[in-house]
């Protein structure tokens, strides 16, 4: 995946097409999340790094059923774990 200049070497945990013109992925590299959004043809629409204070671990990606927001969960690590979900709107 390509996220700006930088190339992610990653294996997605989560892929989602829910409506036939856009495809969400999300999976973690360098311990943030990224997340981002292709149109149909695989042009890219968006992208988005959650950095949270350790490693992070991004675990799946759902959409509401109106189709306006992106959702993905997963870990985050400092001392304890966390749970940490991020919404994004679909742009």
């Given at each position: 995946?390509?996220?700006?200049?930088?190339?992610?070497?990653?294996?997605?945990?989560?892929?989602?097409?829910?409506?036939?013109?856009?495809?969400?992925?999300?999976?973690?590299?360098?311990?943030?999340?990224?997340?981002?959004?292709?149109?149909?043809?695989?042009?890219?629409?968006?992208?988005?790094r959650y950095d949270g204070s350790g490693p992070d671990s991004p675990g799946s990606?759902?959409?509401?059923?109106d189709g306006t927001v992106v959702v993905v969960t997963g870990e985050e690590r400092?001392?304890?774990?966390?749970?940490?979900?991020?919404?994004?709107?679909?742009?």
């Amino acid at each position: 995946m390509q996220n700006g200049s930088r190339s992610w070497q990653v294996r997605a945990s989560g892929v989602l097409a829910p409506n036939g013109r856009h495809i969400y992925v999300t999976d973690g590299s360098d311990h943030d999340y990224l997340t981002l959004a292709y149109r149909r043809n695989g042009g890219q629409l968006w992208s988005d790094r959650y950095d949270g204070s350790g490693p992070d671990s991004p675990g799946s990606i759902a959409i509401s059923p109106d189709g306006t927001v992106v959702v993905v969960t997963g870990e985050e690590r400092d001392v304890y774990w966390f749970a940490g979900t991020i919404a994004y709107a679909t742009r």
